[in-house]
């Protein structure tokens, strides 16, 4: 009986401390707030890590200039995003976590072009690893990705998207 107890008490504590370290942990970040977009709506639109990765989804191979070797890249093809959420505009202004911004011209967001990754070979990407959302284009299918215009418009940490004309 005493035995019992124990082992009960001890099975309950390994329970509690898988949902407070392992469910629990998940669940907050689901539920983080990685991008606020502003478009001509006027009204804000945040959206969790859950609700990104519940837009269509895009992974590519390609190499990087900031990373070694092929890398896969999983996250929303920019042209999904905007027609998801139904933005439009001429101009996607980009802005990171330490403030670095960029203007990317919508008809980069094109099949087979950019995508907001939230996913680096299958993982999530720390902000210290450029996460937790990058903008990176498939560099190794096309040598005018392969350039300063495109390396500029590849904001990691980032944040914010406005979409205006
Ligand atoms: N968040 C963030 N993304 C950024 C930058 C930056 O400062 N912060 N620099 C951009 C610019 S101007 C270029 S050319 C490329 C390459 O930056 P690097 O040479 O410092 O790696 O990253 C782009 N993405
Ligand atoms: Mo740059």
Redesign the pocket.
Known sequence: MHIMSQKFRVLTTVLALMLTLGFGTTSAQADEVLLTINGASGNPIKLTRAEIEALPATSFETST??TEGKQRFTGVALKDLLSELELSGTTIRAK???D?S?EIPATDAIAGGPIIAYFLNDQQMSVRDKGPLWIVFPYDSDVRYQT?VF??R?????DRVDVFD
């Open positions: 200039i900031w990171a976590l330490n670095y960029i300063e390396y500029s590849s904001i990691w940490q980032l």
